[in-house]
């Protein structure tokens, strides 16, 4: 695996238009995914982690920051010209009804992702059927019209069309979140198999951290449009150095050797409003281990052993770590 990014993420921020109001859906967040690494971002719904994706689309705009796709600006115009070929970015969403044409049959919708791709071309037939092969459908699929396939079969539809120009980079929001749990498996499991088979780089969106663990091998964990701790997969899921790391843990719907359920972490419930960005931690609100300066200090970044960071004044306290952490700077609290 090369080492060098394919993905840039520079502070970026992105803020919107509410009413009369400027909300900010994501502030100074950094971060690079290396070519052929799959990173998740994880977080609540209003952390921040579709933005991101859709910011990385081209799909809204930023306010400040940058993100660079091979080395080049995704605002550009040499990315506008390059992004409709192969090697580019594609994306699998959340519903995939959406994302496909109603009044075309699937296999029109998966052509138009090359050029000339709706001619009547043999080897756009070819490639499709071979697609459609590797995601586990009939090629006589191709010609049904959205509305008539299931939701899992929409779904595998709609990465077929994503592998279809041969992307090097693959956003996926909330892929399985809106099907059966017995689907999600099987649609995870042909991510996977895609990724292994094609050398793909994956920008993995979920609110589910188990779901997040299994397709990821790095994991930025947001809230409020900020990050609090990003590190290794495994030691993300299985052991959280964050407070809010170890709320979403604890929420997640799974059983333990004993068989009970996993507890929520208590929440505080202090009146006192959410620090702004810059003046404390967003988390100070719903956490267990608040204490006074959490509301008025922005946290440290300490960086871990294995090169995972965390935004935390307690860190040292409640983390079960390895070995010590360093103080860096940190601009907003994010890493």
């Keep these: ?13 992105v803020e919107y238009r509410r009413g009369g109001e400027r909300v900010t859906g994501v502030s100074g967040v950094s971060f690079t995914i290396k070519e052929g690494q799959a990173v998740g971002l994880v977080g609540e719904s209003g952390s921040g ?7 990385i689309l081209g799909l809204v705009p930023i306010t400040s920051g940058s993100i660079r796709f091979d080395g080049v600006d995704v605002g550009s115009p040499e990315h506008q010209r390059l992004r409709s070929g192969p090697g580019q970015i594609r994306a699998v969403f959340q519903d995939p009804f959406s994302s496909l044409n109603p009044s075309l049959p699937v296999g029109v ?3 138009e992702e090359v050029p000339g791709g709706r001619r009547v071309r043999a080897e756009t037939f070819a490639r499709i059927a071979y697609l459609f092969d590797r995601v586990g459908l009939p090629y006589s699929v191709s010609a049904t019209y959205p509305s008539k396939l299931s939701g899992g079969q929409r779904q595998r539809v709609a990465i077929a069309r994503a592998l279809m120009s041969g992307p090097r980079l693959i956003v996926c929001d909330e892929p399985v979140s809106a099907l059966d749990v017995s689907v999600q498996a099987q649609v995870l499991n042909v991510l996977r198999e895609a990724r292994s088979s094609d050398s793909l780089t994956y920008c993995f969106i979920g609110h589910d951290l188990d779901v997040v663990r299994y397709m990821s091998d790095w994991i930025i964990v947001l809230y409020r449009g900020q990050v609090l701790e990003d590190g290794p997969a495994a030691t993300v899921a299985h052991n959280p150095r964050h407070p809010y790391t170890q709320a979403l843990v604890a929420a997640t719907p799974e059983t333990d050797v004993t068989g009970t359920r996993k507890k929520r972490l208590p929440r505080t419930r202090d009146p006192r409003p959410e620090p702004r960005a810059g003046e404390g931690c967003p988390f100070a609100p719903r956490c267990p281990l608040v204490i006074d300066r959490c509301w008025t200090e922005p946290p440290p970044l300490r ?14 306290e409640v983390a079960d770590t390895t070995g010590g952490v360093q103080n860096m700077p940190v601009r907003n609290a994010a890493v």
């Design 109 to 111: 919708s998966v052509a």
């Design 303 to 316: 960086t871990a052993p294995d090169g995972g960071r965390v935004v935390c004044h307690r860190y040292d």
């Design 1 to 13: 695996m090369p080492d060098r990014p394919l993905l840039e993420v520079s502070d970026l921020t």
């Design 49 to 55: 982690k579709t933005t991101i994706g859709r910011a």
